[in-house]
């Protein structure tokens, strides 16, 4: 196997797993390995240090008081935002809004920019391979207002069908909604091509980058959207925090989401005013600590380089593609030409959940289900996939345990 693709010398994997101290402990006797990244990525030592180091050091409310920890806590908060304001390109750092995760992120925009903009008899296009966190919020906006949702099919690959697509624009289209990287299929989606072909007809474009930034550089500004959402976890930063990036125009003119402190410009019982941006759409105290680990996370993924981080995981998902088809009944679910490292398979008639649980004896972490695309399931015409889903810190080794272990759940069921 290790002759088809050639190792790259780009990346020195060995020192990178240093810096990821859950990496080194053994499951069941066997070393780790863990391939459950599209679900949620390890912490590399520097975001564990900035959130002790904030906590042990810094802790305080931010904009709130006028003592030196508050001031400090305020200082790195603040200079969080360049931080995800330089990660994404976007033009101006008030239009980078902290949320809780990708969730949160587009749920706001479906409760503030949709109340607004989407009437009875507009439309919504998202795509087959939607995450339910891209589907339900805009199910609800739709309920709420008349509104229709469209469906771009995609091909037995995974691939989304764009002649398709054009065609499904009408001049009652609203809003395009879709994943930037499938977290089922793997696919990266042509969005900058999809944005070219939405705004020459005026159309919204939101991009649900959750598992896109792990994995490769992005530039709002050259892909052209108006929004693009993902969450500090799946990019080794910690739970709780996500970035949406909307357009200035666009943030300014929508209505507030939650309101409550922090989010006010002045409050009286006649009448309110709202904070400018970004603070307009920050109501209450904000996960601080989450956001300055997600600066040390994006910090560290950038030092390393997200053009680097790109070609090696290409690499590497081409050689856990050739060892996983090599295994006798197993079908990979998700073959688009322009991959990210996702692999879905499907095993003879095991049970994805068997195999997940024989892996584990195996210290091997993926993860088994429906993976919250429910949709795209009966599109495949399984109920169920097992998903590896890799990050710059596994190995051809890793690839080749995980081949292994799938063989042997076979031989199981057989
Ligand atoms: N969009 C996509 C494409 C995702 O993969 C996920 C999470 C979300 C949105 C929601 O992100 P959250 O951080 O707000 O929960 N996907 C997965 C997954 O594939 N396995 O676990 C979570």
């Known amino acids: ?20 101290p859950i990496l080194r402990q ?11 990244n599209a679900a949620t990525t390890q912490k590399p030592r520097a ?10 050091e810094e802790n305080a409310n931010v904009h709130r008081g006028v003592h030196s920890l508050s001031g400090r806590a305020t200082d ?7 931080d995800m304001r330089r990660f994404l390109n976007a033009a101006d750092a008030k ?5 809780r995760g990708t969730t949160e992120g587009i749920n706001l925009v479906a409760e503030t920019w949709g109340r607004v903009n989407v009437r009875a008899g507009d439309e919504i296009v998202l795509t087959e391979m939607e995450h ?3 589907i339900v919020p805009w199910q609800i906006l739709c309920e709420a207002t008349g509104a229709t949702l469209r469906v771009v099919p995609i091909t037995d690959a995974g691939e989304l069908r764009l002649d398709q697509f054009e065609r499904l624009l009408t001049d009652r289209t609203r809003l395009v909604a879709l994943a930037h990287v499938s977290n089922v299929l793997g696919t990266i989606n042509p969005v900058a091509d999809v944005v070219r072909i939405a705004k020459a007809r005026g159309i919204t474009v939101l991009v649900d980058g959750a598992q896109a930034v792990a994995h490769m550089p992005v530039d709002v500004r050259a892909l052209g959207c108006d929004f693009y959402v993902f969450s500090g976890h799946k990019v080794f930063g910690p739970t709780g925090v996500g970035i949406l990036y909307g357009r200035r125009a666009l943030l300014e003119a929508m209505p507030v989401y939650q309101a409550g402190g922090g989010m006010i410009g002045r409050v009286s019982w006649e009448r309110t005013t709202y904070a400018d941006l970004p603070y307009k759409y920050e109501a209450g105290t904000p996960n601080i600590a989450g956001v300055i680990g997600l600066a040390a996370a994006l910090d560290y993924v950038t030092g390393i380089g997200l053009d680097r981080i790109a070609a090696y995981e290409h690499d590497l998902c081409a050689y856990a593609t050739a060892a996983l088809t090599a295994v006798p009944g197993l079908r990979l679910t998700g073959t688009a030409r322009e991959k990210a490292s996702v692999l879905s398979l499907v095993l003879g008639d095991i049970h994805p959940h068997d195999i997940g649980t024989i892996l584990d004896r195996d210290g091997i972490a993926i993860r088994a289900g429906h993976h919250c695309c429910q949709p795209l399931m009966a599109r495949l015409g399984v109920p169920a996939t097992a998903r590896a889903s890799l990050a710059f810190y596994n ?7 995980l081949a292994a272990s799938l063989e042997r759940a076979r031989e199981v069921f057989e």
Do not use: C, W
């Open 76 to 82: 790195a908060y603040d200079a969080a935002r360049e």
């Open 95 to 99: 239009e980078i809004v902290f949320v």
């Open 47 to 56: 975001v564990l240090d900035a959130l002790q180091r904030y906590y042990a």
């Open 26 to 36: 053994r499951v069941h006797g066997k070393p780790l390995v863990y391939l459950d």
């Open 1 to 20: 196997m290790a002759s088809i693709v050639s190792a790259p010398k780009t990346l020195d994997v060995a020192a990178i797993r240093e810096d990821f």
């Open 395 to 401: 190995t051809r080794e890793e690839i080749d345990a």
């Open 132 to 134: 339910h966190s891209n």
